[in-house]
């Protein structure tokens, strides 16, 4: 003879318990590297990265980020005037946001696609690391110049950082050769 208590006990625990065994998994046990990837857009957005490194196109509202662009940084055919680099604790940017001028020189927003030749392609998420740590393009070449704010970067934890580095790589690689950054004389160093 079946008890109808232990029937109904065993059809209420066994349907929700299948289920939570066979499916309805979390994000982080379906796909780490998607959740990962999906910090790091978080990160990006959250951290205005497009803000200087996407370039802009006019829209129906005025000027807005070209995200057929993405973070590919300063366009490689636009040519700009010679600043007018007065002395003094200044900068200035062009009206597209992905260059700017100051004490420094001329420094432009650096493509942040994953393109081999133009972008991020070769790097490695340790070189990545240690940029965004000692403010070294590569970590290991010239100075990150202005506005670029590394030191921001450099209080992320690993982790995050690391999923920052994710994401760029996720992202279409745009062939975008950006210009050598210029000292105030206008003569190229910086290498």
């Keep these: 003879m079946k008890h109808p208590t232990r029937t109904l006990f065993f059809a209420l625990t066994a349907i929700p318990l299948s289920l939570l065994l066979l499916g309805g998994k979390s994000d982080k046990t379906q796909d780490p590297k998607r959740t990962v990837v999906k910090r790091g857009e978080y990160l990006v957005r959250y951290g205005g990265c497009n803000d200087c490194h996407t370039p802009l196109k006019f829209g129906p509202n005025g000027p807005e980020p070209d995200m057929s662009r993405q973070l590919s940084g300063h366009p490689e055919n636009t040519k700009l005037p010679p600043p007018d680099l007065k002395p003094g604790p200044w900068f200035a940017a062009t009206a597209g946001m992905t260059a700017w ?54 209080s992320l934890n690993d982790d995050d950082l690391k999923a920052v580095f994710a994401y760029l790589k996720s992202i279409p690689a745009i062939k975008n050769r950006v210009p050598d950054p210029l000292p105030p004389t206008g003569k190229p160093a910086f290498e």
Aim: proline letters at 9%; hydrophobic letters at 40%; zero cysteines.
């Design 101 to 154: 001028t100051g004490p420094w020189g001329i420094s432009y927003a650096a493509n942040l696609t994953p393109d081999t030749n133009t972008g991020m392609g070769i790097w490695t998420e340790d070189m990545f690391l240690k940029a965004m740590r000692t403010g070294k393009h590569m970590g290991a070449g010239r100075e990150i110049l202005p506005p670029m704010p590394w030191q921001s970067l450099a």
